[in-house]
C-alpha cells in the first residue's frame, strides 16, 4: 500500500511544502548562480526515471561552460564555480529537483537517476534500480554516496528496491540530514565528479 500509494502523496506533500519553506534560498542561489554561469543557473539533463522512461532532471548549475581554444569543455575541476563549490558542498544543488518530486518524475527516497547511456550497460540485477522512481537521496546516498564503488551502488540500489517501506524511508531521510550537515560523501577522492560507471562489474 505505501510503495503504491501513501509514498507518492507523501512525495506531493513533502516536495510542495518543501519548495515554499526553501524558496528565499532558492531565489538567493539562483540569483547568485546566475551571475556565476552567465546567465544560467540552472541544469537540465536526461535521465531515466522508473522502467527507464526519460525525463529531464532539474538541478543548479555549479559549473560554467568555459572551453579551452579548440572549443572543447575544460575539465570539471576548472569549470566549478565558488559559489558553485559551496552550493554541491551543502548538496543545495538537489533542491529544484523537489519540481521533478512535485511532477510525479522523481520520488524523495530512491535510487539517484543515473545517465540513460548507462541503461544498456546494466546486466539483469543492475536493472532492477529502476523498478521504483529515481530520488533525491537514497540507500546508497546514506553508505557512502560518491565515495563507494560502482557495485555498491547497484547493491544498495537493488536492496532498496526490495525492502522499500514508510520507516525505511524515514531513516534514510534523517541520515540524509546528517550527512548533508557533515557534508560527507560528496565526491570521491581527487575528483569534482563521480566516477563514469563502465558497465560489466557483476
Known amino acids: 500500500m505505501y510503495r503504491n500509494a501513501f509514498k507518492r502523496i507523501l512525495d506531493f506533500i513533502a516536495s510542495f ?8 534560498l532558492f531565489v538567493i542561489v539562483t540569483v547568485g548562480l546566475f551571475f556565476a554561469n552567465q546567465g544560467k543557473p540552472f541544469f537540465f539533463q536526461k535521465r531515466p526515471g522508473k522502467n527507464g522512461k526519460i525525463f529531464k532532471i532539474i538541478k543548479f548549475k555549479t559549473m560554467n561552460d568555459k572551453r579551452d581554444p579548440s572549443g572543447k569543455l575544460l575539465s570539471d575541476e576548472l569549470r ?4 558553485g563549490a559551496f552550493v554541491r558542498k551543502t548538496s543545495l544543488d538537489e533542491i529544484p529537483q523537489l519540481i521533478n518530486v512535485l511532477k510525479g518524475e522523481m520520488s524523495l527516497i530512491g535510487p539517484r537517476p543515473l545517465l540513460p547511456e548507462y541503461l544498456n550497460l546494466y546486466n539483469d540485477f ?8 529515481p530520488g533525491i537521496t537514497g540507500w546508497a546516498q546514506v553508505n557512502g554516496r560518491n565515495t563507494i564503488s560502482w557495485e555498491q551502488k547497484f547493491e544498495y540500489d537493488v536492496w532498496y528496491v ?5 520507516l525505511l524511508d524515514i531513516k534514510i531521510l534523517l541520515l540524509t540530514v546528517k550527512k548533508v550537515f557533515l557534508s560527507e560523501g560528496i565526491t570521491q577522492d581527487g575528483h569534482v565528479s563521480s566516477e563514469e560507471f563502465k558497465g560489466n562489474i557483476l
Open 17 to 24: 511544502i518543501g519548495l515554499l519553506v526553501l524558496s528565499p
Open 80 to 83: 566549478l564555480t565558488k559559489i
Open 126 to 133: 543492475q536493472r532492477r534500480r529502476n523498478d521504483v522512481k
Open 162 to 166: 526490495d525492502h522499500l517501506n514508510f
